[in-house]
């Protein structure tokens, strides 16, 4: 078997990594005292909690394990046990630490929210104080930097835009329906692309339906600004609007999204299906087919929250995964003090609490105040995978191949980046995972991110 | 003079005879969208040729007649018939080849499939019909930008990566994408267009033909004049424009510099996607006459006024000797025709023409006080509105001061390292010399557009001071 640095292997001396915690010594005694699994596979030198789905946590690092224990006596409502655990991760936990540090104080947080019912409460809050501080300048910022030095949000971007332009090759009226919290930070690459295209450059309208309605007023006002300057500087004819519509997607029409006949429509989402509740996806996407675009391209991040969502460990451990390689990613991507990973790090904690704390309807109906769901910036979160979310597209479309030049032109994307990043083809993704996966998929569309060698982006495109 | 010659041949292919219908097969006026080194402006008299496109890119055209054997260049085929031993009257050549030979495009959707658009040169119009209707077979793995002619690969392999890109602001990107993505939203750009709009008004009020603001425009005509060069293929030109805006890769060297700066001059005329979207936003006479002085020689919009800024290049070269070395110094002069916003778009010439025509009309707007300016350069410049007084001070100012203004727009900048850019260096200067000649004290606003006498210049001009 071929061994690779990040694939799980089977070493016996995992101790030896525990020494690097300053605390190590209260985590020792409090280790081998809860542990109750026979630990003798680890993974050699990640604190990442890999592991195939429905198996626990098998790593050596400590964080996982905690959090998993907590979160099982969370669900067998083990209240001694559950204190002791929440006290344990208090005191190991911080926010500014290393890897399981952070990991342990952010799904701390899920889980007091979860034991204690108060993951609404805890949601708004936190919200709150993110807007306050949510600029544009801020905003601009920590997204740029992000995509500076990871390609996790312009692996989509890439992909998207080149199935977009191949899509729309030829038409002169060009129409964008841009679902997504990107602050249109996909669009100047295609400007570029458009306006040196050999022929004449095309009108482009853009229609930007915002994820959440902060952002519109604020952030969104200004980045239309500067998408107009800059259209204008790139000569490419440019049309600018914004919309706040998540809440009632499925409600949105050819006539509110300013649809006109002779143009030919792109759908983009990126990161936007998933905060659609469960049960609205579909009709989202009936929505999306009744408008006839020429292309809709998909972008979302692969992991399962939602076919588990019933079942609060199993989405525990999905999610700590999920997000346990998230962070590591931003560790190993940002310098070591960067500001701008501690913002996307913090906002992930929102997500936490969202997909951990706030599902279910008991939570729901108890907080009156939170009736109406615009309340709710970001909905659901509740990520499915690339197979799951084929599933549900391949009703109303059918799945377009990324051409070679668009595969090209991402894995150069890649090469720009630091190591650990490649690209997966669909079949290549479906042998991986071929012996877990519940869904007997053939046509498997769109690419997949990987950061060593774990899935973390799934890209597609598709056409009526 | 080179000037006239390339007008010449603007103006000729706007007077052929054969050009009933210059764009049968295009969408758009060849004028509006000319590539950069204009071709298939045919002599009348000569023959055209329509291979297919089998024979066209069959690499074996020239045949021995004797043996059959096929041969690429014509050179080959006569060094190769030599060896027949053929007798002397047939060693020379049968046809002798007396009719100029151009060939059509045998694309029929082709602007160059008509005989009046044909090309002149064979090797053009292969490379031709390869590049717009060839497959790309050739791929940088750098970038993955595809070529379907082998010189342009390997022409582009070699640039690939080495670039940077600057931003106004200062950042320096090695990757292109994350310079137009971080361009797209960087205060720079917003803060031009707002001077942009800001001059405009300002703008029309000041515009006058004054002799000594000719002079200056037909200066730096001429400076461009004299170094354009026609076009060189998209790989030279990228490869250029590319170079005005990084730092380092390509070395400046006087010629270098200057050919560089040409072919940009003309490929950013020449290579107009959006002209007519460039025309819109050139509202004012005031705008069109910057164009003129910017981009030289090659002005479609107004011809006119071209041949007045050209006519009137002839005449100033005499009256500004030390400018003429001053422009030598490869450092300025590669800057001078580089518009900030030119990092923005830099991958085609489009980008730059609309950024430096934004560029142009911001000139107007920020009428300045050249002599704070030269103050700092060691110069003595008569002061306060007196300015038109000294032409050579004005004309210095023309040259250097304006930039400066552009560049910052306001207080905000004296904290942005933009200063120390060889991109503040910009051709649309001279501008600000009328406002200082025509107006009275009211407009006069310091170079840096704060007030005072706000020194914030580039070390380097203070350097290049040094070389006069």
Same mark, same amino acid.
């Given at each position: 078997?071929?061994?690779?640095?990040?694939? /799980?292997? $089977?070493?016996?001396?995992?101790? !030896?990594?525990?020494?690097?915690?300053?605390?190590?010594?209260?985590?020792?005694?409090?280790?081998?005292?809860?542990?109750?699994?026979?630990?003798?596979?680890?993974?050699?030198?990640?604190? %990442?909690?890999?592991s195939d789905s429905g198996e626990p946590c098998?790593?050596?690092?400590?964080?996982?394990?905690?959090l998993k224990e907590c979160a099982i006596a969370i669900s067998q409502r083990d209240?001694?046990?559950i204190?002791?655990?929440?006290?344990?991760?208090?005191?190991?936990?911080?926010?500014?630490?290393?890897?399981?540090?952070?990991?342990?104080?952010?799904f701390?947080?899920a889980l007091f929210c979860k034991a204690t019912e108060s993951g609404h %409460?805890?949601y708004?809050?936190?919200?709150?104080?993110?807007?306050?501080?949510?600029?544009?300048?801020?905003?601009?910022?920590?997204?740029?930097?992000?995509?500076?030095?990871?390609?996790?949000?312009?692996?989509? $971007?890439?992909?998207?835009?080149?199935?977009?332009?191949?899509?729309?090759?030829?038409?002169?009226?060009?129409?964008?329906?841009?679902?997504?919290?990107?602050?249109?930070?996909?669009? !100047?690459?295609?400007?570029?692309?458009?306006?040196?295209?050999? *022929?004449?450059? !095309?009108?482009?309208?853009?229609?930007?339906?915002?994820?959440?309605?902060?952002?519109?007023?604020?952030?969104?006002?200004?980045?239309?600004?500067?998408?107009? /300057?800059?259209?204008?500087?790139?000569?490419?004819?440019?049309?600018?609007?914004?919309?706040?519509?998540?809440? %009632?997607?499925?409600?949105?029409? /050819?006539?509110?999204?300013?649809?006109?006949?002779?143009?030919?429509?792109?759908?983009?989402?990126?990161?936007?299906l998933r905060r659609i509740e469960v049960e609205e996806r579909e009709?989202?996407?009936?929505?999306?087919?009744?408008?006839?675009?020429?292309?809709?391209?998909?972008?979302e991040e692969e992991a399962d929250f939602s076919s588990n969502r019933n079942d609060f460990v199993q989405c525990f451990e999905e999610c700590l995964k999920f997000y346990?390689?998230?962070?590591?990613?931003?560790?190993?991507?940002?310098?070591?003090?960067?500001?701008?990973?501690?913002?996307?790090?913090?906002?992930?904690?929102?997500s936490i609490v969202r997909v951990l704390a706030c599902g279910g309807g008991d939570e729901q109906n108890n907080n009156?105040?939170n009736?109406?769901k615009?309340?709710f910036?970001d909905c659901c979160e509740r990520r499915e995978r690339?197979t799951q979310w084929?599933e549900k597209?391949?009703?109303?479309?059918?799945?377009? /191949?990324?051409? *070679?030049?668009?595969? *090209?032109?991402?894995?150069?994307?890649?090469?720009?980046?630091?190591?650990?990043?490649?690209?997966?083809?669909?079949?290549?993704?479906?042998?991986?995972?071929? $012996?877990n996966s519940n869904y007997?998929?053939?046509?498997?569309?769109?690419?997949?991110?990987?950061?060593?060698?774990?899935?973390?982006?799934?890209?597609?495109?598709?056409?009526? | 003079?080179?000037?006239?010659?390339?007008?010449?041949? @603007?103006?000729?292919?706007?007077?052929?005879?054969?050009?009933?219908?210059?764009?049968?097969?295009?969408?758009?006026?060849?004028?509006?969208?000319?590539?950069?080194?204009?071709? @298939?402006?045919?002599?009348?008299?000569?023959?055209?040729?329509?291979?297919?496109?089998?024979?066209?890119?069959?690499?074996?055209? =020239?045949?021995?007649?004797?043996?059959?054997?096929?041969?690429?260049?014509?050179?080959?085929?006569?060094?190769?018939?030599?060896?027949?031993?053929?007798?002397?009257?047939?060693?020379?050549?049968?046809?002798?080849?007396?009719?100029?030979?151009?060939?059509?495009?045998?694309?029929?959707?082709?602007?160059?499939?008509?005989?009046?658009?044909?090309?002149?040169?064979?090797?053009?119009?292969?490379?031709?019909?390869?590049?717009?209707?060839?497959?790309?077979?050739?791929?940088?793995?750098?970038?993955?930008?595809?070529?379907?002619?082998?010189?342009?690969?390997?022409?582009?392999?070699?640039?690939?990566?080495?670039?940077?890109?600057?931003?106004?602001?200062?950042?320096?990107?090695?990757? #292109?994408?994350? =310079?137009?993505?971080?361009?797209?939203?960087?205060?720079?750009?917003?803060?031009?267009?707002?001077?942009?709009?800001?001059?405009?008004?300002?703008?029309? &009020?000041?515009?006058?033909?004054?002799?000594?603001?000719?002079?200056?425009?037909?200066?730096?005509?001429?400076?461009?004049?004299?170094?354009?060069?026609?076009?060189?293929?998209?790989?030279?030109?990228?490869?250029? +424009?590319?170079?005005?805006?990084?730092?380092?890769?390509?070395?400046?060297?006087?010629?270098?510099?200057?050919?560089?700066?040409?072919?940009?001059?003309?490929?950013?005329?020449?290579?107009?996607?959006?002209?007519? #979207? +460039?025309?819109?936003?050139?509202?004012?006479?005031?705008?069109?006459?910057?164009?003129?002085?910017?981009?030289?020689?090659?002005? &479609?919009?107004?011809?006119?006024?071209?041949?007045?800024?050209?006519?009137?290049?002839?005449?100033?070269?005499?009256?500004?000797?030390?400018?003429?070395?001053?422009?030598?110094?490869?450092?300025?002069?590669?800057?001078?025709?580089?518009?900030?916003?030119?990092?923005?778009?830099?991958?085609?010439?489009?980008?730059?023409?609309?950024?430096?025509? +934004?560029?142009?009309?911001?000139?107007?707007?920020?009428?300045?006080?050249?002599?704070?300016?030269? @103050?700092?350069?060691?110069?003595?410049?008569?002061?306060?509105?007196?300015?038109? +007084?000294?032409?050579?001070?004005?004309?210095?100012?023309?040259?250097?001061?304006?930039?400066?203004?552009?560049?910052?727009?306001?207080?905000?900048?004296?904290?942005?390292?933009?200063?120390?850019?060889?991109?503040?260096?910009?051709?649309?200067? #001279?501008?600000?010399?009328?406002?200082?000649?025509?107006?009275?004290? @009211?407009?006069?606003?310091?170079?840096?557009?704060?007030?005072?006498?706000?020194?914030?210049?580039?070390?380097?001009?203070?350097?290049?001071?040094?070389?006069?």
């Amino acid at each position: 078997m071929h061994l690779s640095p990040y694939k /799980k292997t $089977h070493f016996n001396n995992n101790i !030896p990594h525990l020494h690097h915690h300053h605390h190590h010594h209260i985590h020792d005694d409090d280790a081998s005292a809860i542990d109750m699994h026979n630990n003798t596979t680890t993974t050699n030198s990640t604190s %990442r909690c890999s592991s195939d789905s429905g198996e626990p946590c098998e790593d050596g690092k400590w964080a996982c394990k905690l959090l998993k224990e907590c979160a099982i006596a969370i669900s067998q409502r083990d209240s001694t046990k559950i204190h002791h655990l929440l006290w344990m991760l208090n005191e190991l936990a911080s926010p500014y630490g290393d890897l399981d540090q952070k990991l342990a104080s952010y799904f701390l947080q899920a889980l007091f929210c979860k034991a204690t019912e108060s993951g609404h %409460r805890c949601y708004k809050t936190l919200s709150t104080v993110a807007q306050k501080s949510n600029n544009f300048d801020s905003a601009r910022k920590l997204i740029l930097k992000f995509q500076e030095v990871s390609p996790w949000t312009t692996f989509g $971007h890439v992909a998207a835009n080149g199935a977009i332009l191949e899509a729309l090759e030829g038409e002169s009226n060009l129409h964008i329906i841009d679902i997504s919290n990107t602050l249109c930070t996909q669009w !100047p690459t295609l400007f570029e692309a458009l306006a040196t295209r050999n *022929d004449e450059t !095309p009108r482009l309208r853009l229609t930007v339906v915002a994820l959440s309605s902060t952002t519109v007023s604020s952030v969104m006002k200004e980045v239309g600004q500067r998408m107009e /300057k800059f259209a204008r500087l790139m000569g490419v004819p440019f049309e600018f609007n914004v919309i706040n519509g998540l809440d %009632r997607l499925g409600e949105l029409t /050819k006539e509110s999204l300013g649809i006109t006949n002779d143009e030919a429509i792109a759908v983009n989402c990126i990161g936007a299906l998933r905060r659609i509740e469960v049960e609205e996806r579909e009709s989202a996407i009936r929505m999306f087919r009744s408008l006839n675009p020429k292309v809709v391209t998909v972008v979302e991040e692969e992991a399962d929250f939602s076919s588990n969502r019933n079942d609060f460990v199993q989405c525990f451990e999905e999610c700590l995964k999920f997000y346990g390689l998230y962070f590591e990613m931003l560790e190993e991507s940002f310098p070591l003090t960067s500001n701008e990973r501690l913002m996307l790090e913090r906002d992930c904690s929102r997500s936490i609490v969202r997909v951990l704390a706030c599902g279910g309807g008991d939570e729901q109906n108890n907080n009156d105040e939170n009736n109406n769901k615009e309340e709710f910036e970001d909905c659901c979160e509740r990520r499915e995978r690339g197979t799951q979310w084929c599933e549900k597209l391949k009703k109303e479309f059918s799945g377009a /191949k990324f051409s *070679d030049d668009v595969v *090209d032109d991402v894995k150069a994307l890649l090469k720009r980046y630091r190591g650990g990043w490649s690209l997966v083809l669909p079949q290549q993704q479906q042998q991986e995972e071929g $012996h877990n996966s519940n869904y007997n998929n053939n046509t498997l569309s769109g690419i997949f991110l990987t950061w060593k060698e774990e899935p973390v982006v799934w890209a597609s495109a598709w056409k009526p | 003079m080179l000037i006239l010659q390339n007008m010449d041949h @603007g103006e000729l292919s706007n007077a052929f005879p054969h050009h009933q219908n210059q764009n049968p097969t295009t969408t758009t006026p060849p004028s509006l969208k000319r590539k950069r080194n204009l071709p @298939g402006n045919p002599d009348p008299e000569a023959e055209v040729i329509a291979l297919s496109p089998k024979t066209l890119m069959a690499t074996n055209r =020239f045949l021995c007649e004797t043996c059959g054997k096929g041969f690429q260049r014509d050179q080959n085929l006569q060094l190769h018939r030599r060896g027949h031993n053929l007798p002397w009257k047939l060693k020379q050549r049968t046809n002798k080849e007396p009719k100029k030979r151009v060939y059509v495009c045998p694309e029929k959707t082709c602007v160059h499939n008509h005989p009046s658009r044909a090309l002149g040169d064979l090797t053009g119009i292969k490379k031709h019909f390869c590049r717009k209707h060839g497959e790309k077979k050739w791929k940088c793995d750098k970038c993955s930008k595809r070529y379907a002619v082998q010189s342009d690969w390997k022409a582009h392999s070699k640039t690939c990566g080495t670039r940077e890109y600057k931003c106004d602001c200062g950042t320096i990107f090695s990757r #292109r994408d994350s =310079f137009i993505t971080h361009r797209a939203f960087c205060d720079a750009l917003a803060e031009e267009t707002a001077r942009v709009n800001a001059a405009s008004s300002i703008n029309n &009020s000041t515009l006058g033909a004054n002799n000594n603001n000719n002079n200056i425009i037909g200066y730096n005509n001429m400076m461009i004049g004299t170094s354009m060069a026609p076009h060189h293929n998209n790989n030279n030109n990228m490869a250029t +424009q590319f170079a005005s805006i990084c730092n380092k890769p390509i070395p400046f060297t006087e010629e270098a510099t200057n050919n560089q700066t040409t072919t940009r001059g003309l490929s950013l005329w020449m290579d107009h996607h959006h002209h007519h #979207r +460039q025309e819109a936003t050139m509202a004012t006479n005031n705008n069109n006459y910057h164009l003129n002085w910017v981009f030289g020689s090659k002005i &479609s919009t107004n011809p006119s006024q071209d041949l007045s800024s050209n006519t009137i290049t002839s005449t100033t070269t005499a009256s500004l000797p030390i400018l003429g070395s001053i422009v030598n110094v490869p450092s300025l002069y590669s800057s001078q025709h580089q518009p900030h916003q030119t990092c923005a778009s830099s991958s085609s010439a489009n980008m730059s023409a609309t950024a430096l025509l +934004q560029k142009a009309a911001q000139v107007g707007a920020t009428s300045s006080d050249p002599s704070s300016f030269l @103050g700092a350069l060691g110069l003595k410049c008569s002061n306060g509105s007196g300015q038109g +007084q000294d032409g050579n001070n004005n004309k210095f100012c023309g040259v250097y001061g304006s930039s400066l203004v552009l560049t910052s727009s306001s207080n905000n900048i004296s904290t942005e390292p933009e200063k120390n850019e060889l991109s503040q260096m910009h051709p649309s200067k #001279r501008r600000h010399v009328m406002p200082n000649e025509e107006s009275g004290g @009211g407009q006069t606003r310091d170079f840096l557009g704060v007030g005072g006498a706000n020194h914030h210049l580039p070390p380097f001009i203070n350097q290049s001071l040094d070389l006069i």
